[in-house]
């Protein structure tokens, strides 16, 4: 009883820092993963003392790290990883190698040998992929250019720590015998278990998920999820490989089978708590007595680090990654931290004799505050960025050599796009703007004749010849420029018939307010989908098309109606309660006799 009592308070201890530090750091904007950082920090043998000894709760947590490299494994398919080669074997290659021969180089000057500052080498080389991708997804950058190549070089240090993790052990195996190479006896065991695993997983591994699938047991499936990570991981375990390979080759396996988006769904929630305590674990590992005897030092090696890596990730980003200088810069802020890998990379080091305790101290140390200050780095360069404006606020509009369109299209997006396409079909005359250069090139590459520019700006429309168009089609994501465009081509040119996507009611109230022809951007699909849920559900065809019908018109009927009112919350909360009676009343008239007496009757029940 009392050994469970005390596993069960550490329990406690775990999920009250987690609870209290992760949400905490997430609205300061500084992400889960520092957060988890600080809450190992605070309650580790530097902290609180509550939990005295991380390397037990350490040893445990690295099951974690083997689920993260089965679900990055499982996102790998050959296919993907063609598309990508050259960003991803190109410039992650030329970004990882320079970088970690630059930082072996300046290790070999204070640490004895070539394996240990190899390796120390390695792990600084690579980035932190959770924390890099986190920051652009929340910054909403995964889809730019410099997010782009951010992907393709974490992609690759995530392949590049398989082999690297695959070799310490080996290293430190050749280091205890005193040889230049790994022993013949472990590359033959390693190989064989290497082999073991891919024709295993090969030919048996989607058999046995077959079998499990047809038990529907979501119990039995999850537990056949976790059996294939953790039987994976002990066999190259035991080989004296990374458990993390094992997983990893695994998941190569399954990327391409049915069963791929389901052994994610249930792996998924186990690796967000074994990869939260892992960190924790991190945190509590990181010494601060560290930084209170060696301040000079471990700030050099901060600095020193993210300088190093910047300058890398400026030049490959600018010169192989395709990227212009401001690219460039956002590229290197958000990967020239340390990454969690290089806790795994130093933790095995340690074990395999290739360094000791001091430096992976003074290694972790380093890496958890080069995560900690990419945040803040991201904030200086995005302010900088600003108050320097980028060439494309700097490019001058196109000279619009079409003179007599009959159309004008004010953003090329998705749905501009597709309009151009209808009007290029039939043949109509079209003038497209755009104003994100980005798409206004891509558009070009693909043969589209089309126009950079804000369309905004009543010289643009000038030029675009807008007195000779009959309409206009404003396309454009921002709601408050689609607005404002909408009121100068109004204003400017009355006689155009101004067709404007609305985001959604508030947005379409303002566009009616200037007698723009509206259209709701996802009205129209949401009724495709309520119409073919009705049909699913037993409704037959006509009546499911009718019903769609009817309430469509029962809705744009509404919407002029609250156009009248919008400014009144009161009036327009109102006429929504009433709408919706209305609705009911409207799909119950609908009924034959018989099924509305049925309706009467289970009423009356």
Known sequence: MHASSGYLG??????????????????????????????????????????????????ASELGVVMLLFVIGLELSPARLWVMRRKVFGTGGLQVFVSAAA???????????????????????????????????????LTTEHGRVAFAILLFQDLIAIPLLAAIPLLGAAKALERSAPPLDSVVIAVGAILAVVIGGRFLLRHLLRVVARARSVEVFTASALLVVVGNAWIMDQAGLSMGLGAFLAGVLLAESEFRHELESHIEPFKGLFLGLFFIAIGMSIDLDVIADQPAMIAAG?????ALKMAVLLAVGRFTGGLDWRQAVQLGAVLAMGGEFGFVVFSEALKAGLMD?????????????????????????????????????????????????RVIIA?????????????????????????????????????????????????????????????????????????????LVKRMYPHLKVFARARNRQHAF???????????????SSLVIGRKVMQALGVPEEEAERNTERFRQHDEQLLRRQHLVYDDEAALVASSQEALVDLETLFEADLSPDEAAEDDGDAGR
């Open 10 to 59: 550490l329990l406690l201890v775990f999920l009250i820092a987690a609870v209290i530090a992760v949400p905490l750091f997430r609205r300061l904007g500084l992400g889960a993963i520092l957060g988890y950082l600080a809450a190992g920090v605070a309650i580790g043998p530097d902290g609180l003392s509550l939990v005295p000894d991380p390397d037990d709760v350490l040893a």
């Open 103 to 141: 930082i072996a180089a300046i290790a070999a000057m204070g640490v004895d040998g070539w394996k240990a500052p190899l390796v120390i080498g390695m792990g600084l080389a690579l980035s932190s992929t959770a924390v890099g991708l986190q920051l652009l997804a929340e910054r909403k950058e």
């Open 302 to 306: 901060v600095l020193g680090l993210l």
């Open 357 to 405: 305790a001091q430096l992976r101290d003074q290694l972790f140390v380093v890496i958890g505050l080069s995560m900690a200050a990419t945040p803040l780095i991201l904030l200086v360069v995005s302010r900088w960025l600003r108050e320097h404006p980028s060439e494309e606020k700097k490019r001058e509009p196109d000279d619009i050599d079409h003179e007599h369109p």
């Open 411 to 487: 953003g090329f997006g998705r749905v501009g796009q597709i309009v151009g396409r209808m009007m290029r079909a039939q043949k109509i005359a079209f003038t497209a703007l755009e104003n994100s250069a980005d798409q206004v090139d891509v558009s070009r590459r693909f043969g589209t004749k089309i126009y950079y520019g804000d369309p905004a700006r009543p010289d643009l429309l000038r030029a675009a010849h807008a007195d000779r168009a009959e309409v206009f089609v404003l396309t454009t994501d921002d709601p408050d420029a689609n607005v404002r465009t909408a009121r």
């Open 510 to 524: 303002r566009l009616m307010d200037l007698d723009a022809d509206v259209t709701r951007e996802t009205f129209h």
